[in-house]
C-alpha cells in the first residue's frame, strides 16, 4: 500500500514517514497541497495524511477535490480539536481525524483499518439489487462503477461511506433507520457514533442523487426517527 504524507511541518512529515517506512508502506511526502496534487497526478496512492492548516491550499480543499474523482483513503490532521472541523472535515469527504499532538502509533493503527477497509471495497461485490443500474428521477445510479449519472450526463463518484451508506438503504428499502442501525450496519464507522455522522453522508447523497434537502423524494427524513429510502423512488432495479 502507497501513502502519501502531506505537511508543512518538516519534524511532522519526517515521523509520519518514518513509521509507515517502517511498517513497509510505499512513502511519498509532500510539503503543500499543491506538490501533493503533483504525485497524485502522476502516482497510485491508497492513502492520504493530510494537514488542514498549510500555506496555500488547504487540507480541506484538497479534500474536497480529490473526492470529485476518487475513494483515496484520506486522514486528516488537525491541530484545532474542535468538532466543527471534524464536521466540517466529514463534510469534504475525509474518512477519519486526528489531532496534534498525535501519537504516530494510533495514526499507524487507524490507517492499517482504512487500507484494510478499502481493500474489502475494492475487493466486495456490490450490494446486489438485481440489476447494476438504479434509476431515480433525475439520476442513474451504477453501482459496479459507483457513480451517479444525472439527467444531464455529469457523473459523481460515490465515496466509500457514501456508497456504503447507500448499500444499507437499498438493503432496508421502504424501513425506517434509525441512526444508530444505519451506523451498525455500514462496515466504515471511522468516526465517533454519537456525532452527525449520518446526517453529513446523507447530505451528500440527497445532493448527488439530485433529492431536494427541502423536499426530499429519496431520502426521507423521518422526525425523532431516522432515514427511509423510499421505495417509490426506486424506479428500476
Avoid at 31 to 44: G, M, N, P, V, W
Avoid at 146 to 160: E, Y
Avoid at 182 to 193: F, I
Wanted: aromatic fraction near 4%.
Amino acid at each position: 500500500m502507497t501513502v502519501l504524507v502531506v505537511d508543512d511541518e518538516l519534524i511532522t512529515r519526517e515521523c509520519l514517514c518514518t513509521y509507515f517506512a517502517e511498517e513497509r508502506f510505499r512513502v511519498l511526502a509532500a510539503a503543500t497541497a499543491e506538490e501533493a496534487e503533483q504525485i497524485l497526478a502522476r502516482e497510485t496512492v491508497d492513502l492520504v495524511l493530510l494537514d488542514i492548516r498549510m500555506p496555500g491550499k488547504d487540507g480541506l480543499t484538497l479534500t474536497r477535490e480529490l473526492r470529485v474523482h476518487s475513494e483515496v483513503g484520506i486522514i486528516l490532521i488537525s491541530a484545532r480539536q474542535d468538532a466543527v472541523d471534524q464536521l466540517i472535515g466529514l463534510e469534504c469527504g475525509a474518512d477519519d481525524y486526528v489531532t496534534k499532538p498525535f501519537s504516530p502509533r494510533e495514526i499507524l493503527a487507524r490507517a492499517k483499518n482504512l487500507c484494510r477497509r478499502v481493500r474489502l471495497i475494492r475487493a466486495q461485490a456490490p450490494v446486489s439489487s438485481g440489476q447494476d443500474l438504479l434509476r431515480f428521477d433525475e439520476c442513474t445510479v451504477d453501482l459496479s462503477l459507483r457513480q451517479v449519472t444525472d439527467c444531464d450526463n455529469r457523473v459523481s463518484q460515490l465515496t466509500g461511506g457514501e456508497f456504503q451508506l447507500l448499500s444499507v438503504l437499498l438493503g432496508n428499502l421502504g424501513k425506517t433507520m434509525s441512526r444508530d442501525q444505519l451506523l451498525d450496519q455500514m462496515r466504515n464507522r471511522e468516526w465517533a457514533p454519537n456525532d452527525r455522522t449520518i446526517d453529513v453522508l446523507i447530505g451528500r447523497l440527497r445532493r448527488k442523487l439530485r433529492d431536494d434537502p427541502a423536499n426530499p423524494r429519496i431520502i426521507l427524513t423521518i422526525h425523532g426517527v431516522g432515514y427511509l429510502l423510499a421505495a417509490k423512488a426506486l424506479q428500476a432495479r
